[in-house]
């Protein structure tokens, strides 16, 4: 037998080559006549161990019903003799025994534990036996310690003392047996009969008050303050918590049935668990599989459950704090969107599917040896849609041939998704990435709720999903400092977006970060609308805080060129280097608001299908977008661009090299991969979420938090609702000297075919050169002349680069009064 060990030992039966015909016919004989115990392998500690469990589980029921028996046949035994004058001659005079259900010895048991033990808190010692004897038999733990520790102090403490006060006579003061009578009167001695009230109310109303909490303000459970240090910091002990399960192999031993797995527990866990694969391995056996894993060890770890704080999001620093000055006071009514308001998809916690994990592994370790590839340990780490198998090669295997077996073992496996890593980054090891065949949604609750990112410390945090460790991601815009957003259509990054936009307005007041917001489909964040006087800038005379056309867009990237360029220079005044170092020296009333400091939000430009921009607009578009990645980083202006395929023609090399942190969704080709990420992984992802997150040296596989369009228009709403500044934050105004100059238009300088080509423009919808030249027959010069004075009477709109010019007019009726009041304008001007 192998030694004891706190693993799980997997000991398969070796199968020897050389045997005697002897020797195999004993083997068969015995295996014939064994019973299923021998058939499940079990060690004989393990059997001796589930023995000891089924006695006590009969032990226990014999207790009870002897303690059962006792209190009932007291009553009809009904000795004359009160409690202490019975317990100095019970045992001696057999004639005053009080028959039990059990016999004697259920008689002299019960008298120790009722009589002269507990009373009605007997009961517990047969419970007591029974919880062992289901831990030993089947590993179930009924209760945790504390649980334990209250029904000890009630069942042999508190209920002896309250049956001992309320029935103190013969013969009910059995109920209370010589313990209540004993604490009756020593209490009563020292504290009186009130005291002994007070001390039987106290016991129960402290566990009561510990186990539960009573909220009893007409406030929403969100809306509570932030609990103590203490508190949180036994939260956050609660949820390192983990148990693990270590799967390993012992050949020792040349002859045993079947493998048997047993639990490995933390010295932190407070909750043990056993696996028994005997059937799944019995299966396997019978199809032919190779169970036979020499020397491997399989460790499976089990996900971490991140306890949620239930606490409303703690603001910015300086919300709330005594400072000089505060810059929400400006909206000092302001309060944070509860969580409340975002659903909860699932209980968060991943479940262990054992029987999935041991067949991938022994599906891994047979593609493995078939192409002479040895391992000697495996771990798996369970996520929320994918679970990593980290394998340790043999010494001398080849990293690149196991590269190569990517197709091979998602063959083996038949799972989408598969993807390998070689190395991982800062191991030893190589991953293997496999989809779980039954993946978790992860709420956007789950996120915001957790200790992670309601402790952290940065300046604009947000929360993009779980790793598959299954920690929550949480991490700081302003260290980023610009995010790229790419993936295929459908995949996920709107809602990306949202989580991102989500987090954010968790974190921060309405004066410490501002939003602007470009939306070429017109319908991705139409939401955010509502939040206009709260949290989104714009441009002075627009009307829509969500930009939709085109040209506004060029006229707002620029204008936020010219913010930054003013931000630079208060920076420049302030003699410091950043805006957070700017904003602290102006909180401390080092900055004369006189010379023009103020104090600067935060802006966050939120552009969704960038590429739509880039195709209709271009270089106007291009050459302010790659002024603010170079140079807004400093004066707190960040980019979060999303676009479907991010190639040279979409984004720049300029534009790219300062954008180091991507996240890349699923995506169709591993050209497409590259693209987004300078390497392959995003065509291995399996959609709805899944995404790779480079921050330049490293690669992180997240699954991104779900939030669904009802619950942004929730938080929307419960933002909106509040009292707001008076308008949208505002932007500098920006005027375009090259195309908002209008041409002055004179009459007598009218072209001949002037009425034609306003004809042939109206009919086609078209304000072209070109088609003026092929439609009339004319040269260039004379068809860009005719188009401007189109353009100066206002058939036509302005230039906008490649695209054609916008037609003012609607239809030949149009044109036709059109044409016949310019005419009399001309005649006015004339007379005048």
């Not at 002897?22 to 058939?39: E, L, P, Q």
């Not at 699932?346 to 040896?369: D, H």
């Not at 090399?653 to 995003?682: E, H």
């Not at 929307?716 to 932007?731: C, H, K, M, N, V």
Request: with cysteine; charged share 25%; hydrophobic share 40%.
């Amino acid at each position: 037998m192998a030694k004891k060990s706190n693993k799980l030992k997997v000991v398969p039966e070796k199968k020897t080559e050389k045997k005697s015909v002897s020797k195999k016919k004993t083997v068969s004989k015995r295996k014939s006549k064994t019973t299923k115990a021998k058939d499940s392998g079990l060690s004989f500690d393990y059997k001796f161990q589930r023995v000891l469990g089924f006695f006590l589980v009969l032990i226990s029921i014999y207790t009870f019903l002897s303690i059962a028996s006792f209190i009932i046949n007291w009553f009809e035994s009904n000795p004359s003799a009160d409690l202490m004058s019975t317990l100095s001659s019970y045992f001696s005079k057999h004639s005053q025994m009080v028959e039990t259900w059990t016999g004697k010895l259920g008689s002299v048991i019960s008298s120790y534990l009722v009589l002269k033990g507990f009373g009605l808190g007997a009961f517990f010692v047969s419970f007591l036996l029974l919880a062992i004897g289901f831990k030993l038999l089947i590993n179930i733990s009924l209760f945790k310690v504390w649980t334990w520790f209250q029904l000890l102090t009630i069942s042999l403490l508190w209920l002896p003392l309250l049956a001992g006060f309320v029935f103190p006579d013969h013969p009910e003061n059995i109920f209370g047996g010589l313990v209540g009578r004993q604490l009756n009167i020593w209490l009563t001695d020292y504290i009186g009969n009130i005291g002994l009230i007070f001390s039987l109310i106290f016991v129960p109303a402290v566990f009561v008050l510990i186990d539960y909490q009573f909220n009893f303000k007409r406030k929403r459970r969100a809306d509570k303050t932030p609990s103590s240090a203490t508190e949180r910091t036994a939260a956050k002990s609660d949820g390192d918590i983990y148990n693990t399960i270590e799967f390993s192999v012992d050949d020792e031993e040349e002859e045993q049935d079947l493998p048997i797995i047993e639990s490995k527990k933390n010295n932190k866990s407070s909750n043990e668990f056993k696996v028994e694969l005997d059937a799944a391995f019995k299966k396997e056996k019978e199809e032919g599989h190779n169970t036979k894993a020499d020397g491997i060890e399989f460790t499976v770890e089990k996900p971490k459950e991140e306890k949620l704080t239930g606490e409303k999001v703690i603001p910015g620093e300086h919300f709330g704090v005594n400072t000089e000055y505060d810059p929400t006071l400006d909206l000092p009514d302001f309060k944070m969107p509860p969580l409340d308001l975002l659903e909860e998809y699932g209980t968060g916690n991943i479940s262990i599917n054992t029987e999935e994990l041991e067949r991938n592994k022994v599906k891994i370790v047979e593609t493995l040896r078939n192409y002479s590839i040895e391992i000697t340990k495996i771990k798996a780490t369970i996520g929320p849609t994918v679970t990593l198998y980290e394998i340790v090669p043999a010494p001398g295997v080849r990293i690149s041939k196991i590269k190569n077996l990517e197709d091979d073992i998602a063959l083996s496996l038949a799972a989408m998704g598969i993807r390998i890593i070689a190395p991982i980054p800062g191991k030893g090891t190589v991953g293997i990435e496999v989809p779980n065949k039954n993946p978790n949604i992860v709420s956007m609750r789950s996120i915001i709720g957790s200790e992670r990112f309601g402790k952290c410390k940065y300046e604009l945090p947000f929360g993009l999903g779980k790793t598959i460790s299954n920690e929550s991601f949480v991490a700081d815009l302003t260290k980023m400092p610009h995010i790229l957003m790419a993936g295929a259509t459908g995949q996920g990054k709107s809602v990306g977006l949202n989580a991102i936009i989500a987090s954010l307005l968790y974190t921060k007041h309405p004066a410490e970060l501002k939003f602007v917001m470009v939306d070429p489909k017109k319908v991705e964040l139409t939401l955010f609308s509502r939040i206009e006087r709260h949290y989104l800038a714009k441009l002075p005379d627009s009307e829509e805080a969500i930009i939709t056309d085109t040209r506004k867009v060029v006229r707002t990237l620029n204008s936020l060129g010219i913010e930054m360029d003013h931000r630079y220079e208060l920076l420049k005044d302030a003699q410091v280097r950043n805006l957070k170092e700017y904003n602290k020296k102006f909180i401390s009333r080092k900055l004369n608001p006189n010379q023009g400091h103020k104090y600067l939000p935060y802006l966050v430009l939120v552009i969704d299908e960038f590429a739509d921009l880039i195709m209709t607009a271009g270089k106007e578009v291009e050459n302010p977008i790659t002024r603010l990645a170079q140079l807004a980083r400093a004066v707190g202006i960040h980019l979060i661009i999303a676009t479907q395929r991010p190639s040279v023609n979409i984004i720049t090399g300029t534009i790219k090299a300062n954008f180091p942190a991507r996240i890349a969704f699923r995506v169709i080709s591993k050209v497409d991969s590259r693209t987004i990420l300078d390497s392959g992984g995003a065509d291995q992802l399996i959609g709805r979420g899944d995404m790779l997150l480079s921050t330049g040296s490293d690669l992180i596989r997240l699954q991104c938090a779900f939030i669904d369009t009802p619950e942004v228009d929730r938080l929307t709403e419960y933002i909106g609702s509040q009292r707001a500044y008076p308008d949208a934050f505002s932007l500098p105004e920006y005027f375009d000297e090259e195309n908002e100059k209008k041409v002055e238009f004179n009459s007598d300088d009218r072209d001949e075919l002037f009425e034609d080509a306003a004809y042939v423009i109206v009919q086609n919808q078209q304000g072209s050169t070109s088609l003026l030249q092929r439609k009339l027959k004319l040269g260039y010069n004379r068809a860009g002349r005719i188009i401007d004075q189109l353009e100066a009477a206002g058939i036509v709109g302005a230039f906008e680069g490649s695209k054609a010019r916008e037609v003012k007019v609607a239809n030949e009726m149009a044109l036709e009064q059109f044409l016949k009041d310019l005419d009399r304008k001309d005649e006015s001007l004339n007379i005048d």
